[in-house]
């Protein structure tokens, strides 16, 4: 166990919905990072948020958003959802902002599947 | 272009035989090194990480990697693979960041163990 927890873990949803993938940290890591892993795509980098503000952004679709809320937990929110959306999303945190030395912890991820 | 490279998609080994997966990286700078692996249905856990120092790191569950910055190779090494081994293994780097930090993985490599 990790200790960064992900709700729900399974999410089944019609194209062209909306879905919000919740996200809460290890105790004391200020930094929450969302991934997503699909067949044909591997695992991608989304975006990462410190202590409420974003900090680095990857191959985020503009139908995606994300926010970390002052408790730290964060949420990713996916719209006007398409087939290909289908895929793993995991969260992960850190201690750290930045620089890279820093391990990342994930968690056991939400598996989305858009029909 | 910037990437990170597992040559090998499967790999199957007999249980108690030992193991190398291979990842190359390409950046300009040395990156920070990990390795994740991935049971069926679970999370990303870390088994190791190398940030500078020795390049011989040792992690969890028996498993040790080597850092070659002239082959810009991190390859994971066992010496005696066990059933419960068998996952999918990825190979991460963290690229230095001025600001923020990601991972990017390599398109994993998964492990079956024949007894």
């Known amino acids: 166990d990790s200790g960064v927890t992900q709700t729900p873990k399974h999410l089944i949803t019609a194209t062209g919905q909306r879905v919000t993938l919740r996200c809460s940290p290890r105790?004391?890591?200020?930094?929450v990072y969302w991934y997503q892993q699909s067949l044909d795509q591997g695992l991608q980098f989304l975006i990462q948020y410190y202590n409420g503000e974003e900090r680095a952004k990857g191959n985020i679709l503009e139908r995606f958003s994300a926010q970390q809320f002052p408790d730290l937990h964060s949420e990713l929110n996916l719209s006007s959802l398409e087939l290909g959306d289908s895929a793993l999303y995991f969260c992960?945190?850190?201690?750290?902002?930045?620089?890279?030395?820093?391990?990342?912890?994930f968690g056991p991820g939400t598996r989305l599947t858009v029909t | 272009a910037q990437s990170v490279t597992q040559p090998d998609i499967h790999i199957t080994v007999s249980e108690g035989a030992s193991l190398e997966l291979r990842c190359n990286y390409s950046?300009?700078?040395?990156?920070?090194l990990f390795w994740y692996v991935q049971s069926p249905g679970q999370g990303l856990q870390l088994l190791l990480k190398?940030?500078?120092?020795?390049?011989l790191v040792q992690g969890i569950k028996g498993f040790e990697a080597e850092f070659k910055r002239s082959q810009s190779s991190f390859n994971l090494r066992k010496p005696s693979v066990h059933w419960s081994d068998a996952a999918e293994y990825f190979c991460a780097v963290a690229p230095i960041m001025e600001y923020g930090n990601k991972l990017v993985f390599g398109a994993g490599t998964i492990l079956r163990v024949k007894s």
């Open positions: 105790s004391g890591d200020l930094s």
């Open positions: 950046y300009g700078a040395t990156p920070y």
């Open positions: 190398y940030f500078s120092g020795d390049t």
């Open positions: 992960a945190s850190s201690v750290e902002q930045g620089g890279g030395a820093y391990e990342q912890y």
